[in-house]
């Protein structure tokens, strides 16, 4: 679930340890700061949190992978759009990315169409 390298985002589930100091002094508090952040990494994890992601998982950190049956993303939309289907989650079905349930865009859709029916109905019942 790698960004884009142009994406300036801090990653929520993985966990990789800073330098460790050269003064020995300072060693304490660096592993109380590694073992926090691994904490909240294995946090993210457990609760499945999904970072975006804005790159085909089967071209991810640049070289060329299959996704595992199974894998769940959550597509931007944009740079990765699956299908054309948009912004959601998807899982892999061995072949194809699959939309879980319906895609942000799609329910939005959805939701405006409605606004628009309810809309129409008040201006008419507003009318003698």
């Excluded at 049956?69 to 061995?94: C, H, L, M, S, V």
């Excluded at 865009?105 to 109905?121: V, Y």
């Amino acid at each position: 679930m790698a960004n884009h390298p142009s994406k300036n985002i801090k990653s929520l589930n993985r966990w990789t340890a800073t330098p460790a100091p050269v003064n020995l002094d300072e060693v304490p508090n660096w592993i109380y700061r590694e073992l926090n952040r691994l904490s909240d990494a294995m946090f993210n994890v457990d609760i499945m949190r999904l970072e975006q992601t804005n790159v085909d998982p089967g071209t991810e950190r640049g070289r060329k992978q299959k996704p595992r049956d199974g894998d769940i993303r959550y597509a931007d939309g944009t740079n990765w759009n699956p299908n054309g289907q948009g912004q959601g989650i998807y899982w892999f079905d061995g072949t194809d990315w699959q939309p879980f349930g319906v895609s942000v865009s799609t329910r939005l859709d959805e939701i405006t169409q409605r606004l628009d029916s309810i809309e129409t109905t008040l201006i008419a019942l507003q009318q003698p």
